[in-house]
């Protein structure tokens, strides 16, 4: 079996997520990797014994690779993902596409220009989890989605440049990206968004971390997402099964014409109710299931490299095509600026 040979273009923190999948697929060799800090560099090669580059270009030059997998500040995906893409590699490139729409535009053209294979991480959709519910919702069970809703309420993150409103995006697109994508993948095009924010709570904070996003779709259906991040105990040392007795949450809520779904990433439960007529005509919700995962990481539950890496090599391996265009990834950043324009304007933002 020919391996796809993957070079790995950053090696710390969220890459090594990546470096892990690599090592553990038959399919791969991971044929070297690269990264701008000399402890990347220095981490890389005591993980995967392979040359390790001071830039992506030098790593093209030197090594003959099928693929590579990018995951870098949001500011440098661009300049990463075009130079592959014209050196003929096939892409895995971390979500958002960029800090700017203009960046982001430019990616999904470049994939045009070079007849190229560029696949952004929002992997949500190869999550088992999410497939599950979208199993459910394709199933009918609950009827047509009307409204999901998407509440999270994390503790406060360190002071790097995810919380810099220049350096991440926003907060939309640094972090909500996955769910806006998340709900374009349940209820098709949207039509404007508009965003309500209140005083940042975490005051290292230049992002927004106290808001709600109100998102209006061509079919009628409405979601929302409503971030808090003053109300979770941040404590250093908290276990994740502990999250939600100090006020963590983060759940999907789907409310359908014939039932509603529920899906509790801290409570591991996703719950189904369908809509039962009594006999004195009122319209009452009843449960039909209600499933609660042992383990967090089990049925990747929620954020997973798992599947999303596994289906990216599988992909690469038989030449198949992206599982999703970078076109459609840019119509989730639009509206993800689209929400950062919003706040900014005090104003709903037209798609
Ligand atoms: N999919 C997810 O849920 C998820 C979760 C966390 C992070 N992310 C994304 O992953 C990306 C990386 O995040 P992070 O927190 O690991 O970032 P980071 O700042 O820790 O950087 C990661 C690595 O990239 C290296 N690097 C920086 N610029 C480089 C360049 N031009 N070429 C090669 N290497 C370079 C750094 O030295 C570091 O080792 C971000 O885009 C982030 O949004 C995604």
């Known amino acids: 079996m020919k391996k796809v040979r993957v070079g790995l273009v950053g090696i710390l923190r969220n ?31 005591k993980w995967y014994g392979v040359p390790m580059y001071a830039s992506q270009a030098e790593m093209i030059k030197n090594e003959k690779l099928d693929a590579v997998i990018i995951s870098t500040p949001n ?11 014209k050196a003929g590699l096939k892409v895995l490139c971390e979500k958002p596409m960029s800090n700017t729409l203009a960046d982001s535009k430019a990616m999904a053209a470049s994939v045009k220009k070079y007849k190229g294979f560029l696949q952004i991480a929002f992997e949500l959709k190869t999550c088992p989890i999410m497939l599950e519910i979208k199993k459910i919702v394709d ?16 503790g406060q993150k360190e002071n790097d440049w995810k919380v810099s409103q220049k350096l991440s995006g ?13 709900f374009r993948y349940f209820l098709g095009d949207m039509k404007s968004v508009e965003v309500y924010h209140g005083p940042n709570t975490a005051r290292h904070y230049e992002v927004m971390d106290n808001c709600y996003a109100t998102f209006a779709f061509k079919s009628g259906a409405v979601a929302h997402i409503s971030f808090i991040t003053g109300l979770a105990a941040a404590n250093e040392g908290l276990k994740e099964s502990d999250y939600p007795k100090y006020g963590h949450s983060l759940r999907y809520d789907f409310i359908g014409s014939k039932g509603s779904l529920s899906y509790s990433y801290w409570d591991r439960s996703l719950m189904v109710c369908k809509l039962v007529k009594h006999k004195d005509g009122s319209w009452k919700s ?13 049925a990747g539950l929620y954020e997973s490299f ?34 950062e324009e919003s706040a900014k304007r005090n104003k709903k933002i037209l798609l």
């Open 170 to 182: 926003g907060l939309f697109i640094e972090k909500l990206c996955h769910q806006i994508d998340t």
């Open 306 to 339: 798992v599947y999303q890496d596994s289906d990216f090599i599988e992909r690469v391996w038989k030449g198949k095509k992206e599982l999703f265009t970078a076109q459609d990834s840019y119509k989730t950043m639009q509206a993800a600026f689209a929400c």
């Open 75 to 85: 500011w440098t995906h661009r300049q990463l993902s075009v130079e592959a893409l």
């Open 139 to 154: 199933s009918g069970a609950v009827g047509e989605i009307k409204h999901i809703h998407f509440l999270q309420t994390p």
């Open 15 to 45: 890459a090594r997520g990546h470096g892990v999948q690599c090592q553990l697929n038959k399919k791969v060799q991971i044929a070297a990797g690269c990264d701008v800090s000399a402890a990347g560099r220095e981490q890389g090669l």
């Open 286 to 298: 009843e449960l039909v299931s209600k499933k609660v995962f042992k383990e967090y990481s089990a």
